[in-house]
């Protein structure tokens, strides 16, 4: 004779559920403001504009050339980034001042064509 022993198993349901509401924040940070416009285009009228940039020391300007190749060779001073020597046309080209002073430049394409840089 065997007895057969029920043996019951109590399944404890331990419903963890974890909620799936990840809060997204709606409130994104504003996009910092433009940087300064510190750019002189090197123009196919052949003038350089605006003729004089103030710009703080530190700061970065952009020096744009049309479709008619220019250059840009600073007058030899302390301070003075590198000439953009050559015949450039349709580029953009970055030059750093990091020192106060008054930066004079002249295109030797076009003697003509000078402007300058005012670094405060
Ligand atoms: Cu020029």
Same mark, same amino acid.
């Given at each position: *004779?065997?007895? !057969? ?6 399944? $404890? ?5 974890? @909620?799936?509401?990840?809060?997204? @924040? $709606? *409130?994104? +940070?504003?996009?910092?403001?433009? +940087? +300064? %416009? ?6 196919? =009228? ?8 103030? #710009? ?6 952009? !020096?744009? !050339? /049309?479709?008619? /190749? ?23 080209i970055d030059r750093?001042?990091? =020192? +106060? ?7 030797h394409i076009h003697?003509? *064509?000078? %402007? $300058?840089? #005012? #670094?405060?």
């Amino acid at each position: *004779m065997f007895r !057969f022993t029920t043996q019951l198993v109590f399944v $404890s349901l331990a419903g963890a559920l974890l @909620g799936c509401g990840g809060g997204y @924040g $709606s *409130m994104a +940070p504003a996009p910092p403001p433009p +940087p +300064p %416009g510190n750019t002189i285009a090197a123009t196919n =009228a052949i003038v350089f504009t605006p003729a004089t940039l103030r #710009v703080s020391a530190g700061q970065t300007v952009t !020096f744009t !050339f /049309g479709s008619i /190749g220019h250059n840009v060779f600073f007058a030899t001073q302390a301070g003075a980034p590198a000439d953009i020597s050559g015949d450039n046309a349709g580029v953009s080209i970055d030059r750093q001042f990091t =020192a +106060p002073g008054t930066y004079n430049y002249t295109c030797h394409i076009h003697p003509s *064509m000078h %402007g $300058s840089v #005012v #670094v405060q």
